[in-house]
């Protein structure tokens, strides 16, 4: 039979598992999105581009819309038409929120398990003899 304290302690494991449980519902709705997602980074690039008279010589950089994103251990750069950046972007953003959703459903899940073994813990009783 279970102490006063033990019961206590699981009716607060239970609790927090609930709360862990709901908070997982939430981060899945990301998951569950239909959106289009776009591995990347979106952001201005200014560069020279190397011809001894041009403007750009001079301070006044070029400047372009461009994804990168990381492919098989190699940076990948992609100049993005001037009509699409706002498309891409968005697309990009949805990606970090999917990625940063992934990552917590892998923290809710290690907190529901350990959650689970202190449970169990406090439930077990040692085999008759």
Known sequence: MQ?????????RLRST???RLAELRRVLKVVFGRSVLVKG????????CGKPNCICTRGELHR????????????????????????VKKKSEEY??????????TEIH???????DRIEKLRREEPLR
Request: no cysteine; net charge positive; hydrophobic share 40%.
């Open 110 to 116: 290690r907190e529901i398990l350990g959650v689970m």
């Open 3 to 11: 102490n006063k304290r033990d019961r206590q302690e699981l009716s």
């Open 17 to 19: 598992l609930r709360d």
């Open 41 to 48: 980074n979106v952001y201005e690039l200014a560069r020279k």
């Open 64 to 87: 372009s819309m461009v994804l990168t994103w990381s492919e098989k251990g190699k940076s990948r750069l992609l100049s993005i038409p001037s009509g699409r950046v706002v498309e």
């Open 96 to 105: 970090l929120r999917f990625r940063r959703a992934r990552a917590r459903v």
